[in-house]
Nanobody
Framework: VQLQASGGGWVQTGGSLRLSCAAS????????MGWYRQSPGNPRELVAV???????NYADSVKGRFTISRDNAKNTVELQMNSLKPEDTAVYYC???????????????????WGNGTQVTVSS
């Protein structure tokens, strides 16, 4: 699976950005899609994830400001980011968890894929 992320950029505090990620390639089933971020000197952290059935999970720091959505038919995931703050500045990474084949689904084995990062900069 190849993941191509886009939509990062520069915005002032309070502004909005929308990130998109498209998954291509052949896997049996994509289970979860999401976004993580990493700022200098800090570990990569979860921002938001969404399951194939629409279940979501958000980092406390972005709840009420960010919205994750997914198109299962197109294998795309988007992150709408509103009311951005300087502390949201980071490289954002698209993430996918998938069963690569029918056997891995039976075995409960998930393979994780990462996309290229996209920079989000929020100025104060």
């Amino acid at each position: 699976v190849q993941l191509q992320a886009s939509g990062g950029g520069w915005v002032q505090t309070g502004g909005s950005l929308r990130l998109s990620c498209a998954a291509s390639g052949s896997v049996f089933r994509i289970i979860v899609m999401g976004w993580y971020r990493q700022s200098p000197g800090n570990p990569r952290e979860l921002v938001a994830v969404i399951t194939a059935f629409g279940g979501t999970n958000y980092a406390d720091s972005v709840k009420g400001r960010f919205t994750i959505s997914r198109d299962n038919a197109k294998n795309t995931v988007e992150l709408q980011m509103n009311s951005l703050k300087p502390e949201d500045t980071a490289v954002y990474y698209c993430n996918v968890g998938a069963n690569v084949d029918r056997q891995s689904r039976k075995d409960g084995r998930t393979t994780t894929y990462w996309g290229n990062g996209t920079q989000v900069t929020v100025s104060s």
